[in-house]
């Protein structure tokens, strides 16, 4: 059993610590698009399918696994340790070592995340945004927070601009209902705001070939040239905090690893800029509720709770979703259940639950003392009431988007 808990917890960061040759470009270290999408697993800015090795993602884009200096640094700046650095919910990074040498050293820098606003917003989208709240409150620091619905209009052929619109309006109401401290929080929407980034965007885009393009975000003859175009919007948010501020300014970013070949690139650029190069803090994926492997999607409503789900439908997605549990009570309770393979239990134990409940869990449940009702029943009566609270704060959100928007720039809907 001591195994069994030694794996869910193991974090074999040593092992690969000599990844990361800074003498080659971030392009030439990540992948081309082709060599980590085999038939099974994908994981790009746009889609992420398949049961997914992070350690094995962590060689191929060629990143840094989050290790106990990381973790040790961490706890020098604030004290302790965060729930989801130690569940290794945030594994793998691009210069944090960097980040946090500065925040120790009280030199000022910058969050940058963000949204495609495709569809309603999921848990697993809120996952990287409230670690980024936590940042910002531990380090003081201002976040940009980008919301590229040029990208989500271009990518989606069925998509109409009102759409897109409509889904901006309502995912700034979550964003403001994770609590971003509104004198250092700015939200860039990328339709409104484009004259801040597209100066910026141009130098980066000036120094980005289409072959280097094509490898690592997979465009191809098909795709269309608006996306072929948009990467350097995406990265331009990492410089502007130097134009800002007027000198070269460190910039963090959270997110989910899915977002890792748009940091590649402007890596590559920032240098040739006079920027530091961007920083990174990749997370995992909030599991999709009704299958083995791919993420939480807002393009597939089945695969998540949204934040705007009623009470009745989160029940109804929790009692449908997929499990690790056997087929019936009787081998449940003979063979135990498959912890690791269950979304239910990893939703839990990064969302809801203590890591010392969270493995008391694990251990009832491969040891068949835990059938998968309870555990289901525990999800759902969790994410109902986080999504009431959450629900309110988005209401009060609703007066308060103009206090947010950069350059006071009105967001009009
Ligand atoms: P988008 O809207 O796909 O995702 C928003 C953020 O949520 C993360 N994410 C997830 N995290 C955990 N579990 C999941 N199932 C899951 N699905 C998505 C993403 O990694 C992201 O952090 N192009 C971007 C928008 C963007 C952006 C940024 C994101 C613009 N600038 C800077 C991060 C940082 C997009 O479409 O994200």
């Known amino acids: 059993m001591n195994k069994d808990l030694n794996k ?13 040759n800074d003498s080659l470009g971030d392009t030439d270290k990540g992948p081309k698009n082709s060599e980590y999408e085999d038939a ?36 020098k700046i604030t004290g302790e340790v965060h729930p989801l650095l130690k569940l290794h919910y945030f594994f793998s990074h691009r210069d944090l070592d960097f980040i946090l040498h500065k925040v120790e050293g009280g030199e000022k820098i910058y969050l940058y995340t963000g949204r495609g606003p495709s569809g309603m917003v999921h848990m697993g989208h809120l996952m990287p945004w409230m670690f980024t709240k936590y940042l910002q409150d531990k380090f003081g620091s201002k976040l940009l927070f980008q919301l590229t619905d040029d990208e989500k209009f271009l990518y989606s052929q069925d998509r109409t601009r009102e759409e897109i619109k409509r889904f901006t309006y309502e995912n700034i109401l979550d964003i403001i209902s994770i609590g971003f401290d509104p004198s250092n929080t700015k939200i860039i929407v990328d339709t409104v705001h484009i004259k801040h980034l597209y100066p910026i965007a141009l130098e980066i885009a000036k120094r980005i070939t289409f072959s280097t393009s094509k490898a690592v975000f997979g465009f ?63 997370s995992k994926f909030l ?13 597939k409503p089945e695969t998540a709770v949204f934040t705007t789900d009623e009470p009745e439908v989160i029940e109804k997605k929790v009692c449908s979703a997929y499990t690790g549990g056997q087929a019936t009570v009787a081998l449940q309770r003979l063979y135990g259940g498959n912890a690791l393979g269950c979304p239910v239990f990893w939703y839990l134990r990064y969302f809801f639950d203590d890591q010392k409940e969270s493995d008391e869990r694990f251990v009832k449940c491969i040891s068949g003392n835990l059938l998968c009702g309870e555990c ?8 109902k009431s986080f999504i009431a609270a959450l629900k309110m704060r988005r209401e009060k959100a609703k007066d308060r988007i103009q206090k947010y928007m950069y350059e006071n720039e009105p967001f009009e809907f």
């Open 287 to 299: 599991p999709s509720l009704n299958a083995t492997g791919g993420k939480m999607s807002s393009s």
């Open 220 to 282: 191809s003859g098909s795709t269309n040239i608006g996306m072929i175009g948009f990467p350097p919007i995406q990265a331009a948010p990492c410089f502007l905090p130097s134009i800002i501020e007027g000198r070269p300014t460190p910039v963090l970013i959270p997110a989910a690893i899915d977002q890792d070949p748009y940091w590649r690139i402007t890596r590559d650029v920032a240098e040739k800029m006079g920027f530091y190069k961007p920083a990174q803090i990749h």
């Open 40 to 75: 099974s697993v994908r994981v790009t800015p746009w889609d992420v399918e398949g049961q997914i090795d992070y350690d094995r993602l962590i060689k191929e884009f060629g990143t840094q696994s989050i290790d106990s200096d990381i973790l040790e640094q961490f706890k």
């Open 376 to 383: 289901k029943s525990d999800l759902a009566r969790e994410s």
């Open 8 to 20: 869910l917890n193991s974090h074999n960061s040593d092992e690969i610590s000599s990844i990361g």
